[in-house]
C-alpha cells in the first residue's frame, strides 16, 4: 500500500512532461558501461560526462522530473531484468493510476514492473 503524498496524478501534461524528460535523456547520453567509463563495475552517477549506463540515465531522469517540481517521493531507481536475465535499472513513478516507469531503448522484462507503464 503506497502512503498519501507518494503518488501523483499522471495527468495528460505530466504524461508528456515525462515522456519529454525520457525521450531527452534517452536521445542525448551515449550508453557505456561503467568498466568502460570509470573502470570499474557498479557505479552509480549522474552522466555529467555525457555517457553513463541504465543507473545513470535513471538518476539523470529523477534528477530532471524534481528540477520540473515532481516529488522526489514518488521518483524510485528500480532494478530489473532485460529478457536475457541482465540486471537493469529504470526510474519508476508512483502514479495514482498505478507504477510507470521510463527506460532506455533496451527492453525491461515484463515480468520486472507487472501491471506498469513502460514508456
Given amino acids: 500500500m503506497t502512503k498519501p503524498g507518494r503518488q501523483v ?7 508528456a512532461e515525462l515522456q519529454k524528460v525520457n525521450h531527452h535523456v534517452n536521445s542525448t547520453i551515449v ?6 567509463q570509470y ?3 557498479d557505479v552509480w552517477a549522474l552522466p555529467t560526462s555525457g555517457r553513463g549506463d541504465c543507473e545513470d540515465f535513471a538518476i539523470l ?5 524534481i528540477e520540473r517540481g515532481w516529488p522526489a517521493s514518488v521518483l524510485s531507481v528500480t532494478v530489473g531484468a532485460t529478457a536475457q536475465g541482465v540486471a537493469h535499472a529504470v526510474l519508476t513513478v508512483s502514479t495514482a493510476q498505478g507504477a510507470a516507469s521510463t527506460r ?11 501491471n506498469g507503464t513502460h514508456l
Fill in 39 to 41: 573502470g570499474r563495475e
Fill in 31 to 36: 550508453e557505456v558501461t561503467d568498466l568502460e
Fill in 9 to 15: 496524478v499522471l495527468t495528460p501534461e505530466r504524461m
Fill in 61 to 65: 531522469k529523477r534528477k530532471m522530473l
Fill in 104 to 114: 532506455q531503448p533496451q527492453p525491461v522484462h515484463p515480468s520486472a514492473f507487472p
